[in-house]
């Protein structure tokens, strides 16, 4: 999975020249999976990786739900490979209409899977989760494209009890793009740097 991302250019990493996050951080790598959608064999790959776990680390539950944006055409395949109803989560409520935030039918069933296409702090993730169990859903855990594997994000999906499932992280990433030499040795620290602490790594942009 990992090299599918760097041949794609899914994920750039530029340590000298860093990226801006919404947050503020500055940070060395920049991760946009909705590239794959773009590469029928990576968009394969992801699905039937994504119905292999789900299948024998979850067993199959009543729904697929995926995360609005990112997640929600992977979550649709997965959902079509196992023959199972589909529904997403908005990052919030609409604020007309049915004022929904999960959108689809839910007296399909009550277990489901979440598909997300990046973790990075877990926030916007386990908003998902938390929404699906206020409309009495029993989320059986989450598959995602890539994390980064910070610290915040794995004690803040054990709070919540929720297990995550990631087809490739950015230790196994930065091993391959330095095996593709993507990267440098010279690059390695900055990468390791920034992945100890990336709030404080560079300085924190103000907007």
Same mark, same amino acid.
């Given at each position: ?19 801006? =996050?919404?947050?503020? =951080? ?15 064999? /990576? #968009?394969?790959?992801? #699905? ?22 990112? +997640? ?6 997965? *959902?079509?490979?196992?023959?199972? %109803? ?17 959108? +689809? ?33 029993? /989320? ?21 009890? /929720? ?8 230790? /196994? ?16 620290? %900055?990468?390791?740097? $920034?992945?100890?602490?990336? *709030?404080? $790594? ?6």
């Amino acid at each position: 999975m990992a090299e599918f991302l760097l041949q794609i250019k899914a994920v750039k990493l530029s340590p000298k020249k860093p990226f801006i =996050w919404a947050s503020g =951080w500055k940070s060395p790598i920049y991760c946009d999976n909705r590239k794959t959608l773009s590469y029928p064999a /990576v #968009r394969t790959y992801i #699905r039937q990786q994504f119905v292999h776990i789900i299948n024998s680390e979850f067993g199959r539950p009543d729904m697929i739900a995926g995360v609005a944006t990112g +997640g929600i055409a992977h979550g649709a395949l997965v *959902a079509h490979d196992l023959g199972l %109803p589909f529904i997403y989560v908005r990052s919030g409520s609409k604020e007309h209409g049915l004022k929904n935030q999960v959108e +689809g039918d839910l007296t399909v069933g009550r277990s489901v899977v979440v598909v997300e296409d990046l973790v990075s702090t877990g926030g916007s993730s386990l908003k998902a989760v938390e929404a699906l169990r206020e409309e009495g859903c029993e /989320v059986k855990g989450m598959v995602s494209i890539f994390t980064y594997g910070f610290d915040e994000a794995t004690k803040a999906f054990a709070k919540a009890k /929720v297990q995550l499932h990631s087809l490739t992280n950015y230790s /196994v990433l930065i091993e391959q793009a330095l095996q593709d030499e993507y990267i440098t040795e010279k690059d390695l620290l %900055p990468l390791n740097e $920034w992945r100890k602490d990336p *709030a404080s $790594w560079g300085g924190v942009v103000k907007a």
